[in-house]
C-alpha cells in the first residue's frame, strides 16, 4: 500500500517561473516529511523538511507547504531554474518507528 | 570522503547467483538502510539496522539478508537471485531520529539475467 502518492510523474515549467510539486499520504501518523531531490545515477539527497507542527518551511528559493487535515504537501520552487531538473521524491516518517516512506517521484523539468 | 559509499555501481549476474552489495558510511550515523526501487520508481524499505539490531523487516523475500559487522556498515546478501530481484538498490544511513532526513549512496544497479 502506498501511504505516500505523487500524482504527477512529471511537471515541466519554464525557467524563472514556479514549480509546484505535490504529495499526498495516507497515515495520520506521520509527524514528519522531507523532499529528496535525485540527479540520474545518483542516490536521493535531502532538500527540505517540515514538522506536522508546522504548515510552511522555507529555504531559499524551496519552500514546503503542510496542510495537515487534507494530508498534503507541496514544494514550491520560484525562481525554477535549469539545474533544479530532477526527479523530486517525498517522503513521510512517524509512528511507531522512523521508517520512511516515499513516494514514486516527480521529474521536474525546468526549460532555459 | 563520501558519505554514504556502496559498492559495485553496477552488479549483472545470472539467475540462481548469489551476491552481495557493500555499504559504508562515515557520518556516525547511528541507523542505516536498505531500499529497493523498483520498475515502477517506488523506493521501498527493505531492512534497517540501529547499532547491530534489525529494527525493521519488510516482508522481503529471506533470500534476502542483511550483514551489520559494524555500526558502519550494513551490507545486503541476496541467495538465488530471480529476474525480479534487477532493481536498483540504495543504502542509506541518518540518525536515529532522523531530523535532517537521510543520507543515500548512490545506488547499485543490480541486473539478472
Redesign the interface.
Same mark, same amino acid.
Not at chain 2, 515502477?40 to 524499505?45: A, D, G
Not at chain 2, 536515529?96 to 537521510?102: A, D, M
Given at each position: 500500500d502506498?501511504q505516500v502518492k505523487q500524482n504527477s510523474p512529471s511537471l515541466s515549467v519554464q525557467e524563472g517561473r514556479i514549480s509546484i510539486l505535490n504529495c499526498d499520504y495516507t497515515n495520520s501518523m506521520f509527524d #514528519?516529511f522531507?523532499w #529528496?531531490k535525485k540527479y540520474p545515477?545518483?542516490?536521493?539527497? +535531502?532538500l527540505i523538511?517540515i514538522s506536522s507542527i508546522k504548515d510552511k518551511n522555507e529555504d531559499g528559493r524551496f519552500t514546503v507547504f503542510l496542510n495537515k487535515s487534507a494530508k498534503h504537501l507541496s514544494l514550491h520552487i520560484v525562481p525554477s531554474q535549469p539545474g533544479d531538473s530532477a526527479?523530486y +521524491?517525498c517522503?513521510a516518517?512517524g509512528g511507531s518507528?522512523?521508517?520512511?516512506? +516515499?513516494?514514486?517521484?516527480t521529474r521536474l523539468t525546468v526549460k532555459p | 570522503d563520501t558519505a @554514504?559509499s556502496q559498492t559495485p555501481k553496477y552488479l549483472v549476474t545470472q539467475m540462481g547467483n548469489d551476491k552481495s552489495i557493500k555499504c559504508e558510511q562515515n557520518l556516525g550515523h547511528d541507523?542505516m538502510y536498505w531500499?529497493k526501487q523498483d520498475s515502477?520508481?517506488?523506493?521501498?524499505?527493505m531492512f $534497517?539496522y540501529n547499532n547491530k539490531e534489525l529494527?525493521?523487516n519488510e516482508t522481503v523475500p529471506n533470500r534476502f539478508s542483511p550483514k551489520s559487522p559494524d555500526k558502519a556498515h550494513l551490507n545486503l546478501h541476496i541467495n538465488s537471485l530471480e529476474l525480479g530481484d534487477s532493481a536498483v538498490y540504495?543504502c542509506?544511513s $541518518?540518525r536515529?531520529? =532522523? @531530523? $535532517? %532526513?537521510?543520507?543515500? =549512496? $548512490? %545506488?547499485t544497479r543490480l541486473t539478472v539475467v
Open positions: 502506498q #514528519y522531507l #529528496y545515477a545518483e542516490g536521493p539527497t +535531502f523538511s526527479v +521524491f517522503a516518517s518507528n522512523n521508517d520512511m516512506r +516515499f513516494g514514486a517521484g | @554514504v541507523t531500499y515502477k520508481k517506488f523506493l521501498k524499505i $534497517s529494527i525493521i540504495f542509506a $541518518s536515529l531520529e =532522523g @531530523v $535532517s %532526513g537521510y543520507t543515500f =549512496g $548512490s %545506488g
